[in-house]
C-alpha cells in the first residue's frame, strides 16, 4: 500500500519547521537577525494555515483514514500557536537585546516548538499527536532554564531546579500517555482519532483503561490535578515570556489532545473528576499566593478546570471547551505581557504589594491588567471571558450536566477574590516611605577628639553596603514609556480580546 503525499496540505509544517531552520542558519551565519526572522516566519506560518483553510486537504492516507487532517478547528489553533509565538518573541525582545538569554538559540527553540504546534493542530491518529505533543514541549525544558543571568541569585537557582521539575514530570506524563495509546491499540486494532473507540467484548476493560491512562497524561499538558504541581514553580523560575508560552501555547495543545481523545472514549466521569478537583484546588490554592507569577500560575491550572468541564460531555463539549480554550489564551497573555512590561528587561515577576499603586503609574497597562483579570473572571469589561464561562454553563445544562455547572459557577465565585484583590491594589496609593531615625546631635565640647574619623568610616561602610544591598527596584521604578514590541503585543492581544466578545457565533462556526 502506498500512501498518498499532498505537500500543499503539509504547508503549514514546511512554514514553522523552516522558520526554525532559517533561524539557525542566521544564527550560525551571521550571529544576528533571528528574532525579524523568527516573526517573519510566524507570520507565513499564519497565512499557510488560512491559505489551507480555504483550501482544506488532507495527507498521509491510509485506505480509511489520514493521519494529517485539515479542518476549521485546525486552522484556528494553528493560527493561535503562530499567533502567541510571534508575541512571545516581541515580549522577549527587550531581555534579549540586554543579554539575559542569547537570542539565536531562544529563537530556534521557540519556533521548534511552533512546529511541534502545527504538528497537533492537524493530527489524524495518536502517534502523530504525541509526536507533536513532545515537539512542543522538548523545547521549552531548555527555554525555561536558558538564561545567562537573573536579577537575583535566587531566581537562577529556581529557573534550574524548575526546569528539571518539568522534565521529570512531563517524561512520566508521556509514559502514562504512550502506555493509554498501545492498550487503546491492542484492544481496538485502530490508531486514527476517527476509528478510536474502547474497545468491545473481552477487550474493553483493557481499552478502558487505556483511555484514562491517555487522559491522565495529556492532563499533564494542560496542569489539571493530579500532575499539576509543577506548573507554579516552573512558571516563576522561567523567565516571564516563556511562562507567557508555557500558559498559553503548551496549555491549547493540551486542550487539543484532550478534545480530540475524549470525544470518542467514555470517558465522562474521569474527566469530571478531574475538572471538579483542577478547579477547586487552582482557586483555593491562588487564594494564598503572594508572588504574580504564581498567582497566575495557579489561576491557569483553575482555568483548565473550566475547560475539562465541558469535555465531560463528550463530542458535545468539544466545542465549548475549545472556545473557552482560545479566549483564555489570549487573556492570559495580556496578563503575562503586562507583568513583563512592568518589571522590565529580565526581571522576575515580583511579589503582589510591589504593584500596589502600579495602575496609577502605568494607566494604559493598569487598563489591561485589570481587563485581563476580569476577563479570567468572567465579568464585563472582560467580555471574552464572560462569554467563554457562559458558553461552559449553558453546555453543561443543556447536557444534563448540571451538577457540574454549579461546580464551576462556584469556582468562578471564589476566584473572584483573588482577582479583585490583585486589581484593586493595581489603584491604591502608594504606601508612604519609612521616616529615617531621628539624628541624635552630639556636643561638641563632649565628643572626643576620634568621633569625625570614625563617623566617617562607619558612613563609607554604610555606602559600600547599600550599593551591594540595594534591593532591585520594583514596578515604581521601571521606565514609563513601555517597549515598543512589547507594546504591540499587549496592545494587539487586548483588542482581540474584546472584539472576540462580539462574534461568538462566528468563533463557533471557525471550530466546528
Not at 491512562?213 to 493530579?226: H, M, N, Q, R, Y
Not at 454553563?393 to 483573588?418: E, T
Request: net charge neutral; aromatic share 8%.
Amino acid at each position: 500500500m502506498i500512501q498518498s503525499v499532498n505537500h500543499f496540505a503539509l504547508l503549514p509544517l514546511y512554514a514553522a519547521g523552516g522558520t526554525a531552520l532559517l533561524v539557525l542558519v542566521l544564527e550560525l551565519a551571521f550571529g544576528r537577525w533571528a528574532v525579524p526572522a523568527g516573526i517573519a516566519g510566524g507570520l507565513a506560518t499564519i497565512g499557510a494555515a488560512v491559505a489551507l483553510a480555504l483550501d482544506p486537504a488532507s495527507t498521509f492516507c491510509g485506505p480509511a483514514q489520514c493521519s494529517w487532517v485539515a479542518t476549521g478547528q485546525a486552522a484556528v489553533v494553528a493560527v493561535l500557536f503562530a499567533a502567541l509565538t510571534i508575541g512571545v518573541l516581541a515580549l522577549s525582545v527587550p531581555a534579549l537585546r540586554l543579554g539575559v538569554a542569547p537570542p539565536g538559540e531562544f529563537c530556534f527553540l521557540l519556533t521548534s516548538s511552533m512546529a511541534g504546534g502545527m504538528v497537533v493542530a492537524y493530527a489524524g491518529d495518536l502517534i502523530t499527536l504525541i509526536v507533536g505533543l513532545e515537539t512542543l514541549t522538548l523545547p521549552l525544558y531548555v527555554l525555561v532554564g536558558l538564561r545567562r543571568f537573573a536579577p537575583r541569585e535566587r531566581v537562577t537557582t529556581t529557573g534550574a531546579s524548575a526546569a528539571v521539575t518539568f522534565f521529570l514530570v512531563s517524561v512520566v506524563s508521556t509514559a502514562l500517555a504512550l502506555l493509554g495509546a498501545a492498550l487503546l491499540y491492542a484492544s481496538t486494532g485502530a490508531l486514527h482519532l476517527a476509528a478510536l473507540t474502547g474497545g468491545a467484548g473481552p477487550f474493553a476493560p483493557l481499552g478502558a483503561v487505556g483511555g484514562a491512562l491517555l487522559v491522565i497524561g495529556f492532563a499533564f499538558k494542560v496542569a489539571a490535578v493530579p500532575l499539576h504541581a509543577w506548573a507554579p514553580a516552573t512558571y516563576d523560575g522561567a523567565p516571564i515570556p516563556v511562562a507567557a508560552y508555557l500558559s498559553t501555547a503548551s496549555k491549547l495543545g493540551g486542550v487539543v489532545a484532550l478534545a480530540a481523545v475524549v470525544q470518542r472514549l467514555d470517558t465522562g466521569p474521569l474527566v469530571a473528576v478531574l475538572a471538579v478537583l483542577t478547579m477547586t484546588v487552582g482557586n483555593l490554592v491562588a487564594l494564598r499566593q503572594t508572588r504574580m507569577i504564581r498567582l497566575l500560575a495557579w489561576s491557569s491550572v483553575a482555568q483548565a478546570g473550566y475547560i475539562l468541564a465541558p469535555l465531560a460531555m463528550g463530542a458535545a463539549g468539544v466545542l465549548p471547551a475549545l472556545a473557552y480554550a482560545v479566549f483564555f489564551v489570549l487573556l492570559e497573555f495580556v496578563a503575562f505581557g503586562v507583568v513583563v512590561a512592568l518589571r522590565g528587561p529580565g526581571g522576575d515577576g515580583g511579589d503582589l504589594a510591589e504593584y500596589r499603586s502600579a495602575g496609577r503609574r502605568h494607566p494604559w497597562l493598569g487598563a489591561a491588567l485589570v481587563l485581563a483579570f476580569s476577563g479570567l473572571a468572567g465579568l464585563p469589561p472582560g467580555l471574552a471571558g464572560l462569554f467563554a464561562k457562559v458558553t461552559v454553563v449553558a453546555s453543561l445544562i443543556a447536557g444534563g450536566w448540571g451538577w457540574l455547572a454549579g461546580v464551576v459557577a462556584l469556582n468562578a465565585v471564589i476566584a473572584l477574590a483573588y482577582y479583585v484583590r490583585v486589581a484593586a491594589s493595581l489603584y491604591l496609593p502608594a504606601q508612604p516611605a519609612e521616616a529615617p531615625p531621628p539624628v541624635v546631635a552630639v556636643p561638641a565640647e563632649a565628643a572626643p577628639e576620634t568621633v569625625p574619623a570614625e563617623a566617617a568610616a562607619e558612613a563609607a561602610v554604610a555606602v559600600a553596603v547599600a550599593t551591594i544591598t540595594e534591593p532591585e527596584p520594583g514596578p515604581a521604578a521601571t521606565p514609563s514609556r513601555v517597549p515598543g514590541p512589547v507594546g504591540v503585543a499587549i496592545a494587539v492581544a487586548a483588542l482581540l480580546t474584546v472584539l472576540l466578545g462580539f462574534a461568538p457565533q462566528w468563533i463557533f462556526d471557525a471550530l466546528g
